[in-house]
T-cell receptor
Framework: GAVVSQHPSRVICKSGTSVKIECRSL??????MFWYRQFPKQSLMLMAT?????????EQGVEKDKFLINHASLTLSTLTVTSAHPEDSSFYIC??????????????FGNGTRLTVT | EDKVVQSPLSLVVHEGDTVTLNCSYE??????LLWYKQEKKAPTFLFML????IEKKSGRLSSILDKKELFSILNITATQTGDSAIYLC??????????FGGGTRLMVKP
């Protein structure tokens, strides 16, 4: 089945530094990928939609200058948390759907990245 | 506004019990409803439902959709400790984007 690889799985960084998270579709092409954030014991919250070759679409309340998204190819999207602060500590998950599939094919998720900002 | 609501928020049962998780939705241009199971990391796909009244089954898990009443249920029979997880219901809108419910945290005690 379709596989989405997310890297790194865990990262600890100091406040003020930037962290890049990669999301790759391994056996399919994805024109669109999605980035979610999840706080402890809460559901997934959509942060932004990453579109290959164009600008990402951010959800209300998500700072685009802080969470930089780049979707340079049909198999790779990156999320960069810039000037990270402790409140950015969270679990970040990406997802993608095979763009050649039917409109009803399910999204496949990466395994997530747990970011801890000290 | 599109929304997905799950209930209960949490549930504690003992092994062997049967549980029913609920998901109601209000979404324009409904196409499908998905159930995911999330343990320690990312959600894993369980079911996709598109048609009313047709039960989907996988082992001890089953799910059904009622498009008239705008809800779905996920049943787990003969629960095991390995069923302990957060169960997420989601509905796609505006193309591929998923709106997630708040999830139901299930704990199965030995």
């Amino acid at each position: 089945g379709a596989v989405v690889s997310q890297h790194p799985s865990r990262v600890i960084c100091k406040s003020g530094t930037s962290v890049k998270i990669e999301c790759r579709s391994l056996d399919f092409q994805a024109t669109t990928m999605f980035w979610y954030r999840q706080f402890p014991k809460q559901s997934l919250m959509l942060m932004a939609t990453s579109n290959e070759g164009s600008k990402a679409t951010y959800e209300q309340g998500v700072e685009k200058d802080k969470f930089l998204i780049n979707h340079a190819s049909l198999t790779l999207s990156t999320l960069t948390v810039t000037s990270a602060h402790p409140e950015d500590s969270s679990f970040y998950i990406c997802s993608a759907r095979d763009h050649t599939g039917t409109g009803n094919s399910p999204l496949h998720f990466g395994n997530g990245t747990r970011l801890t900002v000290t | 506004e599109d929304k997905v609501v799950q209930s209960p928020l949490s549930l504690v049962v003992h092994e062997g019990d049967t549980v029913t998780l609920n998901c109601s939705y209000e979404v324009t241009n409904f196409r499908s409803l998905l159930w995911y199971k999330q343990e320690k990391k990312a959600p894993t796909f369980l079911f996709m439902l598109t048609s009313s009244g047709i039960e989907k089954k996988s082992g001890r898990l089953s799910s059904i959709l009622d498009k008239k009443e705008l809800f779905s249920i996920l049943n787990i029979t003969a629960t095991q400790t390995g069923d302990s997880a957060i169960y997420l219901c989601a509905v796609p809108f505006a193309g591929n984007m998923l709106t997630f419910g708040g999830g139901t945290r299930l704990m199965v005690k030995p």
